[in-house]
C-alpha cells in the first residue's frame, strides 16, 4: 500500500527566498507523482503533474523533480511571494492498489512579508 | 471552461441521517474521484468512476456509496450518519483513465454532523 509523508508540516520564510518542500513516497512502481496546493476552505489546484517516465517538470516559478528509486519528489519555489502562503500536497497515483491517488498529509507554507 | 461544481456547499445533519453529494466535472472529462478530507486523517480517497462504471474503493464502509450518469456527474450518498463523518467532500475529474492528465478539484461540500 503506497504511503506518502511530507516534512516538514509547516515552513515560514521570509518573502524572496527560495525553498523547497519534500514529499517521500513508499511504493516505487509509481504511475505519476502530482503536486497540489489548497488555499483555507478551498479545494485543490493543480500545480504540476510528474510522469514515471519523466525526472522533472516546470511551471513559471515552480519546479518539480521526481526520483522513483529513492521515492522522493521535491517542489521547489523560487523567489517566494506572500501569494505563496497555502498547503502543499503530494500525491501519488499507482500503477496497482485499489487507490486513485494516495496523499501526503501537506506542508503548511507562511511566506513573511 | 467551466471548473468542477459540487453542490451544495455547505450541509448540517444528523446522526442517523443520510445525505447526497453531487458533483458536475469539468465539460468532456470522464472520470471523477472522491476524497474525505478531515483534520485528523487528512485527504483519503473514496471512490473513483469512470464511464459510469467504479473503478477504484477506498477502505470506507459500506455506507459510503456512489454512482457517476451518462453525462459523467456524479453523486456521492453517506447512510446512517455519524458524528466522525463529518469532513470536507471533495470531488475531482480529470479527462480519462490512467491517461496522466492532472486532476482539477472542486471546492467540496462541507458536510457537518450534529
Known amino acids: 500500500k503506497q504511503e506518502v509523508t511530507q516534512i516538514p508540516a509547516a515552513l515560514s520564510v521570509p518573502e524572496g527566498e527560495n525553498l523547497v518542500l519534500n514529499c517521500s513516497f513508499t511504493?516505487?512502481?509509481?504511475?505519476?507523482l502530482q503536486w497540489f496546493r489548497q488555499d483555507p476552505g478551498k479545494g485543490l489546484t493543480s500545480l504540476l503533474l510528474?510522469?514515471?517516465?519523466?525526472r522533472e517538470q516546470t511551471s513559471g516559478r515552480l519546479n518539480a523533480s521526481l526520483d522513483k528509486s529513492s521515492g522522493r519528489s521535491t517542489l521547489y519555489i523560487a523567489a517566494s511571494q506572500p501569494g505563496d502562503s497555502a498547503t502543499y500536497l503530494c500525491a501519488g497515483e499507482s500503477n496497482f492498489g485499489n487507490e486513485k491517488l494516495t496523499f501526503g498529509t501537506g506542508t503548511r507554507l507562511t511566506i513573511i512579508p | 471552461k467551466a471548473g468542477v461544481t459540487q453542490t451544495p456547499r455547505y450541509l448540517i445533519k444528523t446522526r442517523g441521517q443520510q445525505v447526497t453529494l453531487s458533483c458536475s466535472p469539468i465539460?468532456?472529462?470522464?472520470?471523477v474521484s472522491w476524497y474525505q478530507q478531515t483534520p485528523g486523517q487528512g485527504l483519503q480517497f473514496l471512490f473513483e468512476y469512470f464511464s459510469e462504471t467504479q473503478r477504484n474503493k477506498g477502505n470506507f464502509p459500506g455506507r459510503f456509496s456512489g454512482r457517476q450518469f451518462s453525462n459523467s456527474r456524479s453523486e456521492m450518498n453517506v447512510s446512517t450518519l455519524e458524528l466522525g463523518d463529518s469532513a470536507l467532500y471533495l470531488c475531482a475529474s480529470s479527462l480519462g483513465d490512467r491517461d496522466n492528465s492532472p486532476l482539477h478539484f472542486g471546492n467540496g461540500t462541507r458536510l457537518t454532523v450534529t
Open positions: 511504493d516505487s512502481a509509481i504511475y505519476n
Open positions: 465539460s468532456g472529462h470522464r472520470s
Open positions: 510528474i510522469q514515471s517516465s519523466q
